[in-house]
C-alpha cells in the first residue's frame, strides 16, 4: 500500500516515514511539509492513504482533507491529539476516513494505516467512542451539530443496508460485522460502498455518527 505523510514538524515526519518504511507491505512514496504539497502530492503520487496533520501551515489539514476526499485522491487518515476538537470535527465532516492519535506507539500507526488501506475507517476504540459521543451530542457546544433531518438516502437503503449501518455506529470492523450479520466480508465491503453511495458521505466515519444520531441500531 502506498502511503502519503503530511506532517510539518519535520522530526515528527521523519519518525512516522521510518516506522512506515520498516513495515512489510507499506512504501511511503511521499512526505509534504504544509497542506497545499499534501494535496498537490496526493494528485501527482496516487497514494492509497494520506497520513495528515490537522494542523498545518499554508493549508490546514482540515481543508486539505476536503480537497482529497473530494476529489477521491485517497482515504485520509488524521493524526490529532484531540487538543482541539473543532479540527477534529472538521476533518470528519470533510471526510476523513480515521483518526490516530499523535502519541501512538510504532505497532498502532502500522496498524491504523493498514486498516483505513483495507477500507475500514474506525481505528482505535478510545478514539471512536469520544468521536462519536462528541460529535453526536454536539461537543459540549463548542461544535455545531449536524442537521437531524434524515438525508433522503436513508428511505432508500435497503433492511441489509440499515443493520450494516446499525454496525458501523458500533464503530464494527468488517470482519466483526460479517459476524454479526452472518454474511461473507466481501459482501460486506460491497454493502457499505453502497450505502456511503445512497447517503451521500465520504466515509464510514461519517455513517457511524449519522447512524448515532438516528438512531439505527445494529441487530
Known amino acids: ?9 519535520q522530526a515528527v515526519r521523519a519518525g512516522l516515514v521510518l516506522i512506515l518504511r520498516h513495515a512489510a507491505g507499506i512504501e511511503v512514496v511521499g512526505e509534504a511539509g504544509d497542506g497545499e ?3 498537490r502530492l496526493a494528485g501527482e503520487l496516487a497514494p492509497d492513504v494520506v497520513l495528515m496533520d490537522i494542523q498545518m501551515p ?3 489539514g482540515v481543508t486539505a482533507t476536503g480537497r482529497i476526499t473530494g476529489d477521491r485522491l485517497a482515504d485520509v487518515l488524521v493524526l490529532t491529539t484531540f487538543d482541539h476538537d473543532e479540527y477534529v470535527f472538521g476533518a470528519l465532516r470533510a471526510g476523513a476516513a480515521g483518526f490516530l492519535l499523535k502519541d501512538s506507539d510504532a505497532a498502532t500507526v502500522v496498524d491504523a494505516v493498514r486498516t483505513v488501506a483495507r477500507g475500514e ?3 482505535a476504540p478510545a478514539v471512536t467512542r469520544r468521536l462519536i459521543a462528541e460529535f453526536a451530542g454536539g461537543g459540549g457546544g463548542r461544535v455545531p451539530r449536524a442537521p437531524q433531518e434524515p438525508p433522503p438516502g436513508v428511505g432508500a437503503l435497503t433492511r441489509r443496508e440499515r443493520e450494516v449501518l446499525g454496525c458501523l455506529g458500533e464503530g464494527l470492523s468488517n470482519a466483526e460485522i460479517a459476524a454479526r450479520l452472518t454474511m461473507a ?3 460486506v465491503k460491497t454493502h457499505v460502498s453502497r450505502l456511503l453511495a445512497k447517503l451521500e458521505l465520504r466515509s464510514r466515519t461519517q455513517a ?3 447512524a448515532q444520531e438516528l438512531g439505527i441500531a445494529a441487530p
Request: proline share 0%; charged share 30%; hydrophobic share 60%.
Open 208 to 210: 457511524a455518527v449519522l
Open 37 to 39: 504539497e499534501a494535496v
Open 1 to 9: 500500500m502506498r502511503v502519503l505523510v503530511a506532517e510539518d514538524q
Open 121 to 123: 475507517g474506525m481505528i
Open 58 to 60: 499554508r493549508l490546514d
Open 185 to 187: 466480508e466481501a459482501t
